[in-house]
């Protein structure tokens, strides 16, 4: 019962027409565990809980005030991550993120069924794998062997458990490490898909254009829903939004930099309608465009 208590102490879980519930409440006692052995050093990796969890239905936790460092690995779905002191980012499968004690953050379902494993971690040698938060990406789903058979250590006693509970997270925190790292050595590691990068690419250089979500679907072989949903996740801006922002930014260096009429220039950065032009200008910058060129 004190388990229990303590981790409906560290998560709070908001979940879709229920209300109330513990963390706990939803956790399958087979599958996600407490630790039976306590921990015999703090050289040694030791998990106090952890295995495997599943949502059939959207959901939502809140982590925080943990003492612990924690150990989360994307089986299958996704989920949006965001917190107070965090840049909010999406994991999806085969991806893990390992976040340091006093880390707080919100986990949003994206997609169901989701079927992840988390541990709660004790161990000096946490150091040295996590500072804050970190998102890593796997090519290949061998971490989510070594995270069930360290699920069923979790229940096991004996003289050398606890030596092989912490090196089979050694081992999965090293390759973490070095995933980590390897994308870093080459600058190719970015939590944001390369398609959104891409159709960012698309409206900084072509904003000109009159472009729109179908012909960005086509281009970049993704649902227009898709693309505008995990747009707005990634940049906190709507892909339209962003676009008509740019188009003002440039609107406002010609105002600054040229002679040339209002009409002109919403020609030029790609709002050829000249009254939806000084509508948008003045939504962004509180001015009209003959107010913002007086004025400097």
Known sequence: ?????ELNSIFRLH??????MGFSDILDSKRFLSNVKAAGTELLLHPHFGGAI???????FEYAGSPYYLLLYMEKGDASVKGKELDAFKISEKEMII???GIDFRFDTRSTPCFFHLFLITGSAMTLYCDGISRIS???NYIAGQLSYLQKLLSQQGEDIEYLESRLLTEVLTDAYLECNKHKETGSYSPIPDYIREMKRILDMEYKSQLTLDELAGRLYISKYRLCREFGSYYSISPLQYLNHLRIQKAKALLEQTDISVHAIG???GI???SHF???FKRDTGRTPAEYRKRG
């Open 15 to 20: 979940r879709l027409f229920e209300t109330g």
């Open 278 to 280: 000084i509508k948008l």
């Open 1 to 5: 019962m004190e388990a229990l208590n």
């Open 138 to 140: 796997f090519k290949e």
């Open 272 to 274: 050829p309608n000249t």
């Open 267 to 269: 020609m030029d950065v």
């Open 54 to 60: 599943s949502y059939g239905i959207p959901t939502t």
């Open 99 to 101: 976040a340091g004690p």
